[in-house]
Nanobody, 116 residues
Framework: QVQLVESGGGLVQPRGSLRLSCAASSLRFNAYTWGWYRQAPGPGKARELV?????????NYADSVKGRFTISRDNAKNTVYLQMNNLKPDDTAVYYCNRDPSFDFWGQGTQVTVSS
């Protein structure tokens, strides 16, 4: 089974920045499209895909993060990154990486809290 280990979250003030990392132990890492997902706190909040990057390096972003977040990948390190700038309180969530479309299992995620 693929292991997904996210890191880099924390508490940051509005307009601050964070860089998330995800190490994936997949032998087919290079072949997959990878994504960053998030799940905001509160009842009924579904996990949403916020950014994805194909094996060719093509990227897609949710409208809510476009222009502020940048997804990248290092195939030599089996690692996916999410650079998050100009963070807003609405970005508060647990962030997960996974294949796009996702596997049926998830890592532990990394908590991002944007608050003054």
């Amino acid at each position: 089974q693929v292991q997904l280990v996210e890191s880099g979250g924390g508490l940051v003030q509005p307009r601050g920045s964070l860089r998330l990392s995800c190490a994936a132990s997949s032998l087919r890492f290079n072949a997959y499209t990878w994504g960053w997902y998030r799940q905001a706190p509160g009842p009924g909040k579904a996990r949403e895909l916020v950014a994805s990057i194909s094996f060719r390096g093509n990227t897609n972003y949710a409208d809510s993060v476009k222009g502020r977040f940048t997804i990248s990948r290092d195939n030599a390190k089996n690692t996916v990154y999410l650079q998050m700038n100009n963070l807003k309180p609405d970005d508060t969530a647990v962030y997960y990486c996974n294949r796009d479309p996702s596997f049926d299992f998830w890592g532990q995620g990394t908590q991002v809290t944007v608050s003054s």
